[in-house]
């Protein structure tokens, strides 16, 4: 079944130089078979003969035998011998027939996870939250959402750069949970809350008495803060701009440790109420409203703009409702909808 051109390449092959060492890095270079040529030797060897294997393949006679001399020529090797007007496997042969169903196989998955990820049902969806890492909400969203999405992985991811919105222009995140005016193009933002911004005392501090304070009051105080002063809006707005700073500055990451902190009388700190509720509910500890009016922020989902998965828009969809569940002290949220965002005004915020 072998021409003479066929022995020639073979005899080549054994005498010239070695196989490449790292075939895979070299694919495109060195493959020879394609995938009709592995469907080809997967239905004979199903099928037991080449008439049904054109039945199955839907392909003529003519057609098969050449396929097979093609594989032969281009593998430099006879895979099959003719006995008795049946087809018997070589050795070589029988190497390609065990190994064709599994690389068809993989390819059939490959194509399947391929479409998933296309039609939007399947991927990883990257949440952040801007300074907090409270995420008790995620768990009670992720077990309706995982009944819609099973193939869709939820991650929260903690930015330690403290600027989510250079995190979503990245891609770095999907989605980000801010309250920082969105000043970058190409983000698409999402009206979830408003919520007001409150220092948070211990319990037995000598403010806790107050229903709310003024910059000055903060003079004495050690203050728990998130990052460096500069990147602290509540500092730069609230305080500085009234030409106050407090006696001592202490970095703290975990919103829980803070809280922690708080508690103990280790210092105070300016917290969201949406993020402090829980403990403000149960009386962990005192908030302090900022000045008699208060400072009110608008919470955002930001994400990129253009194409998103659908499991993604629902994601988004279901925030406000698990943000805002079990809580009685936050403002409506309003009619809700996304739109290209314009820089806000600058507010407060921790």
Request: some cysteine; charged content about 25%.
């Amino acid at each position: 079944m072998i021409d003479r051109e066929v022995r020639a390449q073979a005899a080549q092959t054994s005498t010239g130089s070695a196989a490449p060492t790292n075939p895979a890095s070299d694919a495109l270079r060195y493959l020879s078979l394609e995938i009709r040529h592995l469907r080809l030797v997967t239905a004979i060897a199903r099928e037991g003969s080449l008439t049904k294997a054109g039945e199955r393949l839907h392909l003529t006679q003519s057609a098969l035998s050449h396929q097979l001399h093609e594989i032969e020529h281009r593998l430099g090797a006879a895979i099959y011998d003719r006995v008795r007007r049946r087809l018997v496997p070589t050795p070589m042969g029988q190497r390609l027939i065990a190994a064709a169903p599994g690389i068809l196989g993989a390819l059939v998955e490959l194509e399947r996870d391929l479409r998933e990820h296309t039609d939007g049902r399947h991927g990883t969806l990257r949440v952040t939250l801007e300074n907090y890492t409270c995420f008790g909400w995620l768990a009670p969203l992720l077990a309706v959402f995982s009944q819609a999405y099973p193939s869709v992985e939820v991650a929260a991811v903690i930015d330690q750069s403290g600027r989510p919105l250079e995190a979503v222009a990245e891609g770095r995140v999907d989605v980000a949970l801010v309250k920082t005016p969105v000043d970058l193009d190409g983000l698409l933002a999402t009206h979830l809350f408003q919520d007001e911004l409150l220092l948070l005392v211990g319990n037995e501090h000598k403010l806790a008495e107050r229903g709310w304070i003024e910059p000055d009051a903060m003079a004495s105080e050690r203050l728990l803060i998130h990052s460096d002063p500069e990147r602290s809006r509540f500092y730069r707005y609230f305080l500085a701009s009234a030409g106050v700073r407090p006696r001592q500055f202490a970095t703290v990451a975990p919103t829980e440790l803070t809280i922690g902190m708080v508690a103990a009388g280790l210092g105070v700190s300016a917290l969201s109420n949406w993020a402090a509720r829980d403990v403000l509910r149960r009386g962990y500890v005192t908030g302090l409203r900022l000045s008699k009016q208060g400072v009110q922020r608008t919470w955002l989902a930001v994400r990129r703009e253009g194409k998103e998965p659908e499991y993604l828009r629902h994601f988004v969809s279901l925030l406000p409702g698990y943000l805002l569940s079990d809580s009685a002290t936050h403002r409506p949220a309003g009619r809700s909808g996304s739109r290209r965002v314009a820089p806000l005004r600058a507010g407060v915020s921790r």
